[in-house]
């Protein structure tokens, strides 16, 4: 059974550009989970999503989005990029939301914003 | 707010020693989640363990054993005789109860960087 799929695994971008992530899940896996983890901050929820919609949100600014499509894989979106967004994103997927507990993650995207 | 604390930032061990990582965590909520992560140089996270706060079970896993203490809210995790393959960043993370808006929403402490030697 193939594993969470991101890609890409690596990518530099500038200040002020956008960036596009995406996370294929496990097949069967209907939830999908965005996290953020650097240095600094450590690993931070960004958001969820099941069945095409946003069940949860973390504290980030609006610059952050994701979608999720029918076949359950999701994307995330940052624009405007800054210095700080400079991170490793994990995407975790599940067979569904709720207390499952077991989060099965991606070996992330590593992004660099010179 | 939720709050998970790993006080040890890095422990170093040599192979066949005993290992405790520690985790401390708050929550206002009666009914939360509590977990422990593996990620190893990869980067992906693996799952090793979930304990509901209704639980307070100890439980052992080959050399993986978790202490759970709801009166001192701990949730440490000790490893038997380490291995040089244990080194890795290990997690301890909370979720609240799915109907309050938990789900897979984890909360992570700062992980502890094990290291294991020979």
């Known amino acids: 059974k193939a594993g969470v799929t991101q890609t890409p695994r690596y990518l530099i971008k500038t200040r002020g550009q956008q960036v596009t992530l995406s996370c294929s899940p496990i097949?069967?896996?209907?939830?999908v989970s965005w996290y953020q983890q650097t240095p600094g901050q450590g690993l931070q929820f960004l958001f969820e999503?099941?069945?095409?919609?946003?069940?949860n949100k973390g504290n980030f600014p609006g610059r952050f989005s994701g979608r999720q499509f029918s076949n359950s894989r999701s994307e995330m979106n940052v624009s405007t990029l800054e210095l700080g967004d400079s991170a490793l994103y994990l995407c975790?997927?599940?067979?569904?939301?709720?207390?499952?507990?077991?989060?099965?993650f991606g070996e992330g995207s590593r992004l660099t914003v010179l | 707010a939720q709050k998970v604390t790993q006080a040890q930032t890095e422990i170093s061990v040599v192979e066949k020693e005993d290992v405790t990582l520690d985790c401390v965590y708050e929550?206002?909520?009666?009914?939360?989640?509590l977990f422990w992560y593996k990620q190893p140089p990869s980067g992906e996270l693996v799952f090793l363990i979930r304990?509901?706060?209704?639980?307070?079970q100890n439980e052992i896993s080959g050399r993986y054993s978790w202490n759970f203490q709801k009166s001192t809210s701990s949730f440490n995790f000790t490893i038997t005789a380490s291995q040089v393959v244990d080194s890795a960043v290990y997690f301890c993370?909370?979720?609240?109860?799915?109907?309050?808006?938990?789900?897979?929403?984890?909360?992570f402490g700062t992980g502890t960087q094990l290291k294991v030697e020979l």
């Open positions: 975790a997927s599940s067979p569904w939301p709720g207390n499952t507990g077991e989060l099965f």
């Open positions: 097949s069967g896996h209907r939830s």
């Open positions: 999503y099941f069945s095409e919609t946003q069940r």
């Open positions: 929550t206002r909520d009666t009914t939360y989640y």
């Open positions: 304990r509901n706060s209704f639980d307070e």
């Open positions: 993370a909370l979720s609240e109860y799915e109907e309050t808006g938990g789900g897979n929403k984890l909360t």
